[in-house]
């Protein structure tokens, strides 16, 4: 055999390794996922039915800013914290913030009827999986979208604080469009960048699982973020 077939047959068996290790990771990325969905509706419905904990959150400002704030903290420490942390550690972090965002998300309970919640969740878990299939078996390169739904995404947060002192309705309904577009497209392109990221990994070792974990966290914030966007628009016809 020569120098030639030896690098071709090193090749092939590290397609192969990529080729294993790839559906397991992305297995690892929906089922924390899914979990962490779990944590947080389970946690928003337990909030909302006591109405001591209820009472606590929301008539506290203190507390109800504290939580909000420190779910914040919590995803940007565990984004840049991920490879000094252990895999363990980074899971445990990922369910805290879940349960956490639960908790704020529980006025929704609140605000909207049961049958419109549910209906908003089946639509939002029937888009999110169309994209994220889209993104992950397309072949296009989605790489240009990255930047434009990055700067959509600070035009949407601009006007949404913008209009928190206007007050507007047309705008807040212009707003809930405008951010369901910007998650559905971030759901297919988030979902080719981990999948690209992941295909790199030859093993599914601890440091590819916690680059599974990190993509597992992305494409949960994709889905609470495009359901209250859907939440906000199918609310106004209950």
Same mark, same amino acid.
């Given at each position: 055999?020569?120098?030639?077939?030896l690098e071709r047959q090193m090749m092939?068996?590290?397609?192969?390794?990529?080729?294993?290790? *790839?559906?397991?990771?992305?297995?690892? !990325?929906?089922?924390?996922?899914?979990?962490?969905?779990?944590?947080?509706? !389970?946690?928003?419905? %337990?909030?909302?039915?006591?109405?001591?904990?209820?009472?606590? @959150?929301?008539?506290?400002? *203190?507390?109800?800013?504290?939580?909000?704030? %420190?779910?914040?903290?919590?995803?940007?420490?565990?984004?840049?914290?991920?490879?000094?942390?252990?895999?363990?550690?980074?899971?445990?972090?990922?369910?805290?913030?879940?349960?956490?965002?639960?908790?704020?998300?529980?006025?929704?309970?609140?605000?909207?009827s049961m049958s419109v919640i549910a209906?908003?969740?089946?639509?939002?878990?029937?888009?999110?999986?169309?994209?994220?299939?889209?993104?992950?078996?397309?072949?296009?390169?989605?790489?240009?979208?990255?930047?434009?739904?990055?700067?959509?995404?600070?035009?949407?947060?601009?006007?949404?604080v913008v209009n928190i002192f206007l007050?507007?309705?047309?705008?807040?309904? @212009?707003?809930?469009?405008?951010?369901?577009?910007?998650?559905?497209?971030?759901?297919?392109?988030?979902?080719?960048?981990?999948?690209?990221? *992941?295909?790199?990994?030859?093993?599914?070792?601890?440091?590819?699982?916690?680059?599974?974990?990190?993509?597992?966290?992305?494409?949960?914030?994709?889905?609470?973020?495009?359901? *209250?966007?859907?939440?906000?628009?199918?609310?106004?016809?209950?």
């Open positions: 055999m020569n120098v030639q077939e092939n068996e590290r397609g192969l390794s990529v080729s294993s290790a *790839l559906p397991v990771l992305m297995r690892k !990325v929906y089922t924390w996922m899914a979990l962490a969905l779990c944590i947080t509706a !389970v946690t928003a419905y %337990g909030v909302a039915t006591s109405p001591l904990l209820m009472q606590a @959150i929301f008539t506290n400002k *203190l507390l109800f800013w504290g939580l909000l704030i %420190g779910e914040i903290g919590l995803v940007v420490w565990l984004s840049s914290q991920l490879h000094k942390l252990s895999l363990g550690t980074a899971t445990l972090l990922f369910a805290l913030y879940s349960a956490v965002n639960g908790a704020t998300l529980s006025i929704i309970f609140v605000a909207y209906q908003t969740f089946l639509v939002t878990a029937g888009t999110f999986g169309t994209m994220a299939a889209y993104g992950y078996f397309t072949k296009s390169d989605l790489t240009s979208w990255g930047k434009l739904l990055f700067m959509a995404l600070i035009g949407l947060i601009l006007a949404s007050g507007n309705g047309m705008l807040d309904l @212009i707003i809930s469009y405008v951010g369901v577009l910007v998650f559905v497209g971030l759901t297919a392109y988030d979902s080719q960048k981990i999948k690209q990221m *992941l295909f790199t990994q030859e093993y599914a070792d601890e440091g590819a699982q916690k680059l599974a974990l990190m993509g597992a966290l992305t494409l949960y914030l994709d889905f609470v973020n495009l359901f *209250l966007y859907l939440l906000r628009i199918f609310g106004r016809r209950d």
